[in-house]
């Protein structure tokens, strides 16, 4: 008894699976083409680069001030040495604490920009889908193997520049 149902089981699955069509898309191809994710890449990098030279001005001050104090440090008494030396601290912890605040900046205003270039190729995906009667589409570059199903990454390319055109009016 349990070894019929067992093969039942078994036949059911197949037939379903066998009834399955499998499509596959090259998400890079698909982000590539996007205007929207070229401006979300200049953004992006535009934001990094201003971090970067935010943090070289620092470092800079941090510099002058360390030579500074190294040149009047000898003639000091050990209160404005220890005040001093405090402040040099405090200049380095801000410089650290600026670049984990413009690191977590960063990896939020990555993803606020790609959020919508993602929802559109999700949903071009669901196009071509719905279009062809998929039941499963694989992205390839997340796939170890794959022979045969149905490349909709040109269709798919064609639907996401709409969406992404409607979206960058």
């Keep these: 008894m349990k070894n019929l149902l067992l093969i039942v089981t078994i036949f059911v699955n197949l037939s379903v699976f066998s009834q399955s069509k499998i499509g596959h898309v090259n998400s890079q191809k698909l982000l590539d083409t996007m205007q929207s994710r ?51 601290m405090k200049k380095q912890q801000d410089i650290e604490a600026r670049q984990g605040e413009l690191e977590q900046g960063l990896q939020v205003y990555n993803e606020e920009l790609n959020k919508p270039i993602l929802d559109r190729i999700q949903k071009a995906i669901e196009i071509v889908a719905d279009r062809k009667k998929l039941s499963y589409v694989i992205d390839e570059s997340a796939t170890l193997y794959y022979k045969g199903g149905i490349d909709c990454t040109p269709e798919a390319i064609i639907e996401v520049l709409k969406l992404d055109a409607e979206a960058v009016k």
């Design 38 to 88: 070229k401006i979300a890449m200049k953004k992006l990098d535009d934001f990094r680069a201003d971090g970067i030279k935010e943090l070289q001005e620092m470092q800079k001050a941090f510099e002058a001030a360390y030579i500074k104090f190294e040149q009047t440090s000898k003639d000091m008494s050990p209160v404005l040495l220890k005040m001093e030396q405090d402040k040099l």
